[in-house]
């Protein structure tokens, strides 16, 4: 079993940056493709981007230039950072790792439900 862990939210202005954090306890998170989420009030839960075993990264259009996604295997921990936000970012952040074990020159797929192991989320607020 692994249990991720979402970290790094909290309130920004408009236009400023945070960075998030996605923590593994219980498996390495090498072998998966790892995927961020999030859900906005009264909105279903969207794409925001994912990242590959080899690095490859996808990211939705809403966020394309603006945010990042990197992994650092040895610390077990994927990061998601935001730039240049907007007030439409807010919402609580989700990460999730495939289901399967993925092969090392594939792509990842942003598919909610190609996913589990789904964190409690965490906030974050773009407001000034």
């Known amino acids: 079993q692994v249990q991720l862990v979402e970290s790094g939210g909290g309130l920004v202005q408009p236009g400023g940056s945070l960075r998030l954090s996605c923590a593994a306890r219980?498996?390495?998170?090498?072998?998966?493709?790892i995927g961020w989420f999030r859900q906005a009030p009264g909105k279903e839960r969207e794409e925001v981007s994912c990242?590959?075993?080899?690095?490859?990264?996808v990211f939705a259009n809403s966020v394309k230039g603006r945010f990042t996604i990197s992994r650092d295997n040895a610390k077990n921990t994927v990061f998601l950072q935001l730039n240049n936000v907007i007030p439409e970012d807010t919402a609580v952040y989700y990460c999730?790792?495939?289901?399967?074990?993925?092969?090392?020159?594939?792509?990842?797929?942003?598919?909610?439900?190609?996913?589990?192991?789904w964190g409690r989320g965490t906030q974050v607020t773009v407001s000034s």
């Open positions: 219980g498996r390495t998170l090498a072998d998966y493709s």
């Open positions: 990242i590959s075993r080899n690095g490859n990264t």
């Open positions: 999730a790792k495939s289901r399967n074990r993925q092969v090392l020159t594939s792509t990842c797929q942003m598919v909610q439900s190609g996913y589990d192991s």
